[in-house]
């Protein structure tokens, strides 16, 4: 059956309405703060509830179905339409960005990939600092309600393997979706507050610790500052913010998990230990790097080391120096780690490390294979022996990672962005990861200086990375339809 369009433009404007709702709170904490943007963000209310009041309007009086392959649909609208009225704020000045700059800024915001095209933050006001964070933290709502309900429905990048109707045991922790949507609502509550009191407790101000919090659980970077993490030049801050990036790397379902009866080996999710032990390996290797070559301390190695590749993997955004200053080697090494990411079922981006190590099982499959042609050898994810299905729909999703990979580079370069910056903010956008590498878009710079057409490709290639590339892809196909 076809994808109805009433019951997602209905839909729509709901969460149209609750983007309204923010831009008048934002109004609010403006007038408390005297920062001069109360009007500019009430007017933008006004608009923002003016048209999800029409989309309600206009399917008044028709049927209400909201089936699966409808709510397909509205996740798409919502992604791609959601940002274009969450910028309307950064349109006036002081922010005065353009609509596209705007739009790339926002949808940087909502799928908490922190990439940035503003400057000057450190004297931005207030309003607009908070609405920054707000967004990426309520993006990391959506991430974790899209990577638990719709994606393993979907059948996209192997998702399926941990869907909730799972008859595994483990698997079936809540009776139903929305026990599900309050177990993990209550924990990522839980986590952004004890990441506020930690930081504010470690020396930041009550507003940076608040935004900093919005931004580190969903992994998403936005920093009320232009220094990021560096500005507040605190090892502990750092060392707090590498626990509350894995935080929110973490499957927000294991969190439930943990704390369910059973054995720890049913409790503990396998991939938290293997991001952990990515971890600890980079960590590692680029503090040993720092430490034998470029003549760093070992406590100040170990301590730049564990933020910024933690930064990274996680798809965090945050940075605490420029390392890509040290070298090509930080260079390559943060580039290679921008495809990473974390765990299914958290706010990370990238390829994921469940994904990574089904395709490392894949590859010593076919070399065992190449030897002994007859041995029967599945290939086991934990305690399950994966499917045919489940394997070819990781398979499938890798090669179009790195196709869309490929195709967005070879476009921004036909732009006239050299090789570096085309490749670098190819990868951190489709892996929702913030900085890129070089003086352009690195840790030390921003995305502002790009051609607005590169803007536009990088925003699409963000939502098309957030969305796992075939929920957007699943639109064009005449399967979907039938």
């Given amino acids: 059956m076809l994808p109805q369009v009433w019951p997602a433009i209905l839909t729509l404007g709901w969460i149209l309405f609750a983007t309204a709702a923010g831009e008048g709170v934002m109004a609010l904490v403006a007038l408390a703060a005297a920062d001069g943007m109360a009007t500019e963000f ?64 926002m949808a940087s915001g909502i799928t908490t990939t922190g990439s940035t095209v503003m400057a000057g933050l450190d004297t931005m006001p207030a309003s607009i600092l908070l609405w920054r964070s707000t967004v990426q933290w309520l993006g990391g709502v959506g991430i974790i309600g899209l990577a638990i309900i719709i994606l393993p429905f979907l059948k996209i990048g192997g998702m399926q393997l941990f869907r909730l109707e799972s008859s595994d045991r483990s698997e079936n922790l809540l009776p139903n979706v929305r026990g599900v949507a309050k177990a993990v609502g209550n924990v990522y509550l839980a986590l952004t507050l004890a990441c506020f009191l930690t930081y504010w407790g470690l020396g930041m101000a009550p507003f940076d610790a608040l935004n900093h919090a919005f931004t580190t659980l969903p992994t998403a970077g936005f920093s009320t500052h232009d220094a990021s993490f560096g500005y507040f030049n605190s090892p502990a801050l750092e060392w707090a913010g590498v626990v509350f990036m894995a935080a929110g790397a973490f499957p927000f379902l294991a969190y439930i998990r943990l704390v369910r009866p059973g054995s720890l080996r049913e409790r503990v999710d396998r991939q938290a230990v293997m991001l952990v032990v990515i971890l600890a390996l980079a960590t590692l290797a680029f503090a040993a790097w720092m430490v034998l070559a470029k003549g760093y301390d070992i406590g100040t190695a170990l301590t730049k080391s564990a933020f910024n590749v933690t930064s990274v993997v996680t798809t965090s955004g945050f940075v605490s120096f420029d390392y890509t200053s040290l070298g090509a080697f930080a260079g390559m090494l943060f580039f290679l780690l921008s495809f990473v990411g974390g765990c299914t079922g958290s706010t990370a981006g990238a390829l994921k490390v469940f994904r990574l190590e089904v395709m490392a099982k894949i590859a010593v499959q076919h070399i065992h294979r190449a030897g002994r042609p007859h041995v029967v050898a599945p290939i086991r994810y934990g305690a399950r022996v994966l499917s045919d299905d489940q394997v070819a729909s990781v398979g499938a999703f890798v090669f179009l990672y790195f196709a869309a990979f490929a195709v967005i580079s070879v476009m921004l370069s036909a732009l006239g962005l050299d090789m570096e910056v085309a490749l670098s903010s190819t990868a951190q956008a489709l892996g929702n990861v913030g900085p890129g590498i070089g003086p352009i878009i690195g840790p030390a710079g921003n995305f502002s200086s790009l051609p607005d057409a590169a803007k536009v490709i990088l925003s699409f290639a963000m939502i098309l990375g957030r969305l796992e590339i075939l929920g957007v892809l699943i639109l064009f196909m005449p399967s979907f339809y039938r």
Avoid: N
Wanted: charge should be neutral.
């Fill in 42 to 105: 009430a007017v933008t209310a006004a608009v923002t509830a003016a048209v999800a009041g029409a989309c309600v309007l206009t399917t008044k009086g028709r049927p209400f179905d909201l089936r699966f392959r409808d709510a397909a649909l509205l996740t798409v609208l919502s992604w791609f339409l959601v940002p274009a009225f969450a910028a309307l704020p950064l349109i006036p000045a002081p922010a005065a960005l353009s609509f596209v700059d705007a739009y790339f800024e």
